[in-house]
């Protein structure tokens, strides 16, 4: 198995201390892969395998937000962006159902920033939220056409749309505080005046107290577990409080 559950220190967040505990004990290493994730592998025993971590991390109340930020053009784009404005697994940006409601959103609005901005609150407004909609192979266009699905699917399609228009975009998978119901959550960042920003499409409103766990192209490269052979899902908990 590759587990992916640490969070790193970095833009908007602190790790103050953390916790990690495997039951049984087996032996554990760490690497960084492509996107500066921290990933845990190791060989789970037959039988119940029990993971836990904790963590107490300073976050930012809010996130940078910047109506009328220009778009940072292609050949501006620093090499390691570029590979964001791809199609990929679940982001396929390149089918033409995709610009073509890329095109629909953002028309007579500026370039950059207020283009995945725009993005984002269409999708909110939408797309209904519902669970048991998707599944593990799922698409951008598939949630195009349904307009229903999960936070996994409105990152999907928001990075989809973006990467439409040349706007370079990735997904963030984490912790969100006060989120309803409380689980892993995934939002998705864009890069545009030269810098990455955060956009939520299940969300209303600009939200902070996040707590980024990993980034990637999509899904495929943020799940929080990576098994090799079999293995069951048995019971997950996920709880974000405040710190005393």
Request: charged share 20%; hydrophobic share 40%; proline share 7%.
């Amino acid at each position: 198995m590759v587990l992916m559950l640490r969070p790193r220190s970095g833009a908007g967040q602190w790790v103050i201390s953390e916790e990690y505990t495997i039951v049984p004990p087996v032996p554990v290493t760490e690497f960084t892969d492509l996107y500066g994730n921290l990933c845990q592998r190791l060989m789970a025993p037959a039988g119940p395998l029990q993971v836990r971590t904790q963590m107490v991390v300073q976050t930012d109340d809010g996130i940078d937000v910047q109506p009328g930020a220009p778009l940072t053009l292609v050949q501006d784009l620093p090499d390691d962006v570029l590979h964001f404005l791809l199609p990929s697994r679940y982001c396929p940006a390149d089918q033409p159902e995709i610009s073509q409601q890329a095109s629909s959103i953002i028309e007579g609005v500026e370039p950059g920033y207020d283009q995945a901005e725009a993005i984002r609150h269409w999708i909110n407004t939408n797309l209904t939220y519902q669970y048991g909609t998707s599944d593990a192979t799922t698409s951008a266009l598939e949630t195009l056409q349904k307009r229903i699905g999960v936070c996994r699917d409105f990152t999907h399609l928001g990075i989809s749309l973006c990467r439409s228009l040349n706007i370079p975009a990735r997904m963030v998978v984490g912790y969100l505080h006060e989120l309803k119901p409380m689980d892993l959550h995934a939002w998705f960042e864009a890069y545009v005046d030269g810098r990455w920003f955060t956009f939520d499409a299940t969300q209303t409103t600009p939200k902070g107290n996040r707590i980024t766990v990993a980034y990637g192209r999509d899904a495929a490269d943020v799940a929080f577990v990576t098994q090799f052979g079999p293995a069951t899902l048995q019971n997950m908990s996920v709880w974000v409080d405040t710190a005393s």
